[in-house]
């Protein structure tokens, strides 16, 4: 069994810096890591991952500044979980005409469809979550930083591509918030919501 929680990065700032994380994504950041750990194994956290975008990496800083960095493995970049090129090609004008009322998940599902989704999933976001569970072996808890509509999309193809499979609480994460991935064997699955609200022991 190998468990990763999958989350969004800290907010944006919307003021100076073009798709970088301000003083707010980075201090909320810092406090999940002084919480973070996994309340259904006590697994201390083993693995760090980050990807293409700058802000995933000024998340999984500020996170390690608040938890620590004693037994974290950090990895390089792992590629396929979202890049300015594809996300220009999925975050479309008519897509942010409806984020506003659907949030990011459900706008590019809606516009693009579910075969351009899967074809997103297949290509790119699966195989980038399979290649960080095979950084880790057995009994080991990692993280991510990625993005939204990236998260909900793999929580949408592990329902097989099912909305009325997916709970609603995964059709819509905030900054910090995500998917908790579990590996049996070969088999990932959804095991829960990655919040806000885990405690450290």
Same mark, same amino acid.
């Given at each position: 069994?190998?468990?990763?929680?999958?989350?969004?990065?800290?907010?944006?700032?919307?003021?100076?810096?073009?798709?970088?994380?301000?003083?707010?994504?980075?201090d909320?950041?810092?406090?999940?890591?002084?919480?973070?750990?996994?309340? %259904?194994? #006590?697994l201390?956290?083993?693995?760090?991952?980050?990807?293409?975008? @700058?802000?995933?990496v000024?998340? =999984? /800083? +500020?996170f390690?500044?608040?938890?620590?960095?004693?037994?974290?493995?950090?990895h390089?970049?792992?590629?396929?979980?979202?890049?300015?090129?594809?996300?220009?090609?999925?975050?479309?004008?008519?897509?942010?005409?409806?984020?506003p009322?659907?949030?990011?998940?459900?706008?590019?599902?809606?516009?693009?469809?579910?075969?351009?989704?899967?074809?997103?999933?297949?290509?790119?976001?699966?195989?980038?979550?399979?290649?960080?569970?095979?950084?880790? %072996?057995? #009994?080991?808890?990692?993280?991510?930083?990625?993005?939204?509509?990236? @998260?909900?999309?793999?929580?949408f =193809? /592990? +329902?097989?591509?099912?909305?009325?499979?997916?709970?609603?609480?995964f059709?819509?994460?905030?900054?910090?918030?995500?998917?908790?991935?579990?590996?049996?064997?070969?088999?990932?699955?959804?095991?829960?919501?990655?919040?806000?609200?885990?405690?450290?022991?």
């Open positions: 069994m190998r468990k990763l929680g999958l989350r969004r990065h800290g907010d944006k700032d919307h003021n100076t810096l073009k798709n970088r994380i301000g003083d707010g994504g980075m909320a950041a810092r406090k999940l890591g002084d919480r973070e750990y996994d309340n %259904d194994t #006590n201390k956290l083993t693995h760090l991952f980050f990807h293409e975008e @700058v802000r995933t000024e998340t =999984a /800083l +500020a390690l500044s608040g938890y620590g960095t004693n037994g974290v493995k950090v390089p970049a792992v590629p396929g979980m979202g890049n300015s090129t594809l996300f220009g090609e999925m975050i479309t004008d008519p897509v942010r005409a409806l984020v009322e659907k949030g990011n998940f459900l706008a590019v599902l809606e516009v693009h469809g579910v075969e351009k989704v899967r074809a997103w999933c297949e290509g790119y976001f699966l195989p980038a979550v399979r290649r960080m569970f095979d950084a880790m %072996d057995n #009994n080991e808890w990692g993280i991510s930083f990625s993005h939204s509509p990236t @998260v909900e999309m793999i929580a =193809a /592990l +329902a097989d591509y099912n909305i009325k499979a997916m709970p609603d609480e059709k819509s994460f905030a900054s910090l918030e995500g998917v908790i991935l579990q590996m049996d064997d070969d088999n990932i699955t959804v095991v829960g919501k990655a919040t806000l609200l885990l405690k450290k022991e």
